[in-house]
T-cell receptor, first 110, second 113 residues
């Protein structure tokens, strides 16, 4: 079992560029989440999904979109990247109380 | 929404000493309180958790206590070892609300050999 995987691991964007972060899980979990981690602020929920074809907003959804076309995948999109979106992004999946996190994607927006 | 505060932001202890990290939460509906450990370059991993109907839980060298009335909970690590060095996050969760986690800001624990 690979658990939760994220691609890419690192990315540098210029302001205004777009990109998609991919999260995949092989644990057949219904729930999936996208967080961003910034120094001194912990992890903040961007968007989440409670099943295939569903998405919902978290604490900090502005500037991001998500899609869950397949149960095992959860995509996070940035349509027009801004320097404020420089962060480390974590995906998690769960079913029950525990959330299982991926290794993260470090994104820098110049 | 829920607001979780975590203290201290950094903690340095000598190997073998105890470490305590404290969190407070604001929403009395929260009923599940996990603690996650994040090692450098990795995603957070669950180390211990407690539900609101329990006051204390222990697992070898780590323990968590919960005071529902005061809305605070704490992580206790005894006999610290260098491999305990990491960032620790607390979270408050209202189960039955899609298990949305509200995390504290994290505590960087450094255990000096």
């Amino acid at each position: 079992n690979a658990g939760v995987t994220q691609t890419p691991k690192f990315r540098v964007l210029k302001t205004g560029q777009s990109m998609t972060l991919l999260c995949a899980q092989d644990m057949n979990h219904e729930y999936m989440y996208w967080y961003r981690q910034d120094p001194g602020m912990g992890l903040r929920l961007i968007h989440y999904s409670v099943g295939e074809g569903t998405t919902a907003k978290g604490e900090v959804p502005d500037g991001y979109n998500v899609s869950r076309l397949k149960k095992q995948n959860f995509l996070l999109g940035l349509e027009s990247a801004a320097p404020s979106q420089t962060s480390v992004y974590f995906c998690a999946s769960g079913e029950g109380t525990e959330q299982f996190f991926g290794p993260g994607t470090r994104l820098t927006v110049l | 929404g829920e607001n979780v505060e975590q203290h201290p932001s950094t903690l340095s202890v000598q190997e073998g000493d105890s470490a305590v990290i404290k969190c407070t939460y604001s929403d009395s509906a929260s009923n599940y309180f996990p603690w996650y450990k994040q090692e450098l370059g990795k995603g957070p991993q669950l180390i211990i958790d407690i539900r609101s109907n329990v006051g204390e839980k222990k697992d070898q060298r780590i323990a968590v206590t919960l005071n529902k009335t005061a809305k605070h909970f704490s992580l206790h690590i005894t006999e610290t070892q260098p491999e305990d060095s990491a960032v620790y996050f607390c979270a408050a969760v209202y189960l039955y609300n899609f298990n949305k986690f509200y995390f504290g800001s994290g505590t960087k624990l450094n255990v000096k050999p």
